[in-house]
């Protein structure tokens, strides 16, 4: 076969794509959040950097009387006669924060009776 009758097709020129040409992903920038360094946010154990000994570690918390508690427990006085139920219902009480390394005071989440 004569492969005259065939014409070569010249080349592309250089700044033309070459197809189609996907977009470049870029990878995203991770951004890295310091721990709280106080825990009177939370209501429960929460993991923070203690302020006293800079350690990373989980709350320990306890239930504590504080005027919230009181004031639900005067509330229950005057309506129901009811009194002692905040004393002896954790959910009425404020949340003590210590660190588990050096038991340093890390926070206090108060009770709100509103």
């Known amino acids: 076969m004569n492969n005259n009758n065939y ?43 203690c302020p006293q000994c800079n350690q990373i570690g989980v709350t320990t918390v306890q239930s504590k009387v504080g005027s919230g508690t009181l004031c639900c427990a005067f509330i229950l006085l005057v309506t129901t006669f009811c009194c002692c139920i905040p004393f002896l219902n954790q959910n009425c009480q404020d949340k003590v924060h210590t660190c588990p390394n050096c038991q340093a005071q890390v926070g206090i989440h108060e009770y709100k009776v509103c």
Do not use: D, E
């Open 7 to 49: 014409k070569q097709l010249p080349p592309p020129p250089q700044n033309q794509s070459q197809g189609y040409q996907p977009p470049k992903m870029v990878a995203p920038q991770l951004i890295q959040v310091g721990l709280p360094r106080n825990a009177s946010s939370s209501n429960g154990p929460t993991t923070i950097q």
